[in-house]
């Protein structure tokens, strides 16, 4: 049934469920969904301000990285360091907790051994009217590549996916270190009364720049973690990665005896936008992953009805479809997937509709009637030739003739 984003907000509230998993095109709204849940969990109150201080609900999205900006040093190009926006968590993570060295490890199991963050000690630099400044400890951080010898290295500007790395490693160990307070059953044995009203942990998308094995790694350390949550906690993940949703979904199905977790405290599910601006939110089978290839080419089946709208962006996952099967298949190259008779031609059409466009609400101009002729070919051309069964559940993957 469609739904407003305040409904499915809502609808997340009322599942009661200790794990949500949702999978989600980007563009869908997963980030907007964040916001409109906190909103909902714990709305603003200027009128109290006691109800304010409560932290009810921890979030993970991108507007958590909007904490961490960087100083380029555009005077002198050498002094490049990242800076941290004055906040509570951090505070208590950094200074309180003395979490820098886990998060230093963490950082490193996602990006290098050598790649060493330098969180800063309090200083005072002058302003520019010659004033004392303090700059207080755990507000920057500094990163190096060691060399393993006493030769000092210089501080660098890491890239866009190692900085993605470290906030994450800073929001894993405090959630890593939050759990353990929360696991104190009695609040009055807890080290901290500040996580006391702590009701939700809503994660989005932690960590899309990491290769497979990495990402595969990150996914079983999050569930790890969440499965060993022994209070009321209740965790919402969403992604747009059908790698991280498939490895949290089989960890999630695996109940271990030992811990509280059960497979039933798990809900999986598709969060989707429909074209008049509403949103869909289904429950997934909970006896299989999510079979991404047969999900698209149902997409596709989809946008070439009479009724569908075929997009730019269809091009792209019908090209994510063939360069799965070619490698699944052995070929070298996807496009001798496509039909022998103007192979070339077709090839350089999905090149060129696919480079635009890469996912459902990032593109929306409709393309030429020829180009949906080709499109509806194409797909019907791959369903014959590898076998592909009808389907109408496109999260449930049944057995194929072929080995596709």
Sequence with gaps: MAQSLTEIAQSLKDANKKVQLIYAFNGTGKTRLSREFKELIAPKNPENEEEETKIKMMYYNAFTEDLFYWDNDLDNDVDRKLKIQPNTYTNWVLIEQGQEPNITTHFQRYTSDKLTPYFNEEYTVKDQNNRDVT????????????????????????????????????????LAQTINVLNVAEEADRETDQFNDLQYVFIDDPVSSLDDTHLIELAVNIAELIK????DLKFIITTHNP???????????????????????????RFEKLADGTFLLSDQSSDSPFSYHLFLLSELDKA???????????????????????TFLGYNKWRDLLPEESREA??????????HGKFSGEETSIIHDNDKRVLEYLVNQIKTNYRFKSNNNPIVEEEQDATV
Excluded: T
């Design 135 to 174: 700059i207080p400890a755990y507000s920057e951080v500094r990163f190096s590549f060691e060399r393993g010898n006493d030769e000092p290295s210089e501080f660098v500007k890491i890239s866009k996916g190692e900085e993605s790395c470290f906030v994450w490693s800073v929001f894993y160990s405090l």
């Design 346 to 355: 077709y090839y350089n059409r999905i090149i060129n509709l696919s480079s």
């Design 304 to 326: 070439i009805l009479p009724s569908g709208n075929i997009q730019k962006y269809h091009f792209n996952f019908l090209r994510n479809i063939l360069e799965k099967m070619s």
């Design 243 to 269: 790698l991280f949703y498939n490895v949290l979904f089989n960890e999630f199905n695996n109940a271990d005896s030992s811990s509280g977790y059960k497979v039933k405290h798990c809900a999986k599910r």
């Design 228 to 231: 060993s949550n022994q209070s």
